[in-house]
């Protein structure tokens, strides 16, 4: 059974791509702090507690591990936070990639896959095909983008595989209820309006209703996490099947405002989402959607808002 080393499979997406990883025949083994993972999210294979910036600890995991592959999520991911913190967002994200990337090149480098964002392309331009201009807008998207360089660079100069995904917004949670989005605090969307229609959630503050859109919100490209999940169990057998790299945009190719998702969650749940009308959010772009592959779309198993509220809300009434 392959070995792939998954940075931050403790957190929301990467341990769902363990799951993935499993149910594909492969054994993850976990490298987290536990920052903002949860221990209990490890139940694929082993979790080694500590940093991807500790050069030693990963040295030790390459000697001790047959690693075949590296998925590398571990990551601050708020890019409001990000703001405020940014030397926070560059040390844990581009130090720590840096250190990774030292790791796997002297360990016979492995394949890679990245975690990136739709964060680095900034403000759209036309359609975020993978070719548009990158141009981010927050210290979050810039440490992202500095990581696809990193990575970029290092595949050129000594012949590493890497796949560089950029997600859009990652929603949902396991449709077999093993696992669910448990980030705290809370700050997405669709955790917040569902636990706002069930009451188990102040009302949703609706951020921004000027925006230029049909009806004033903001419109993204939710795609469900086991979909997502999955995105990496190909790419890694993409890479492994001899692809030399490449990257990726993950989405659906679909956009939802604000206001459609409330709709959605109002219709699933049968309880209208309460609710305020609040500013914008300052950094929010007005529309994010992902013009993705054929091979993208075909992959995607829970397309559609109602897939993703189902499998969120199914774990709350669980709860
Ligand atoms: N929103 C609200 N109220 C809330 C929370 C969100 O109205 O309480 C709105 C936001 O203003 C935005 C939309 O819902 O228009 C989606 O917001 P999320 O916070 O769920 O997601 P973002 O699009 O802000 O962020 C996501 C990822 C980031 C990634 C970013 C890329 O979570 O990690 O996309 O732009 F960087």
Known sequence: MSTILVTGGAGFIGS???????????????IDNLSTGFRHNVKWGPLIEGDVGDRTLLNQIFL???????????ASTYVGESMSVP??????NVAATLNLLEAITAHGSPPLIFSSSCATYG??????????????????????LMCERLILDTAMAHGL?????????AAGADPDGELREEHDPETHLIPLAVGAALGTRPPLKVFGTDYPTPDGTCIRDYIHVSDLASAHVRALGELQGGSPGFIRNLGTGRGHSVAQVLEAIAAVTGRPVAHELHPRRPGDPPALTAPVSEEVSA?????????????????????
């Open 16 to 30: 769902h791509t363990c799951k993935a990883l499993s149910a594909a025949g492969l054994q993850p083994v976990v």
């Open 299 to 319: 992959g995607l198993r829970f397309p559609g808002l109602s897939a993703i509220i189902n499998s969120v809300t199914g774990r709350l009434h669980d709860a």
């Open 161 to 169: 595989r890497a796949a560089i995904l950029r997600y859009f917004n």
């Open 123 to 144: 403000i759209p331009v036309g359609p975020l095909a993978e070719d548009h201009p990158q141009n981010p807008v927050n210290p979050y998207g810039w440490s992202k």
């Open 64 to 74: 001790e591990y047959p690693v075949a592959g590296v998925i590398h999520f571990a």
């Open 87 to 92: 030397l926070q967002y560059y040390r844990n």
